[in-house]
């Protein structure tokens, strides 16, 4: 069996990380609504990123990190942009130049609200 960890890209542009044992189901509740109180305020949501892995712990394990994520850096795993999230991985004051290719928010909000 399966378990997945995932990110959601809701209407309002802020994001929601996740992990399931059912991607097709819990997608289908997201869109549903009533299932999760922070997706169900911003439908539509688009998945913009998902992985499985061979248990759940390993599955929660990466969304407790991912969700930590900046928004740039979240965005550059959605792009699989790994020389991105390796730049994005570093504290801003170690960060050598701009960020290599597309121009990212470098917001530190990891939901994609305003300053």
Not at 82 to 93: C, D, I
Request: proline share 6%.
């Amino acid at each position: 069996m399966a378990f997945w960890c995932y990110i959601l890209r809701c209407a309002d542009g802020k994001y929601y990380t996740g992990h399931t044992d059912d991607l097709d189901r819990r997608i289908a509740e997201h869109h549903t609504g009533g299932f999760c109180t922070f997706t169900s305020k911003r439908r539509p949501i688009e998945l913009i990123w998902c992985a499985d892995f061979p248990t759940r712990y390993e599955a929660l394990d990466a969304e407790l990190k991912v969700k930590k994520w900046s928004r740039a850096k979240k965005e550059a795993l959605a792009a699989e942009c790994w020389e991105r999230v390796s730049y994005f991985a570093n504290p801003p004051s170690e960060r050598k130049g701009p960020p290599p290719g597309k121009s990212v928010s470098t917001s530190l909000d990891t939901n994609g609200g305003g300053v």
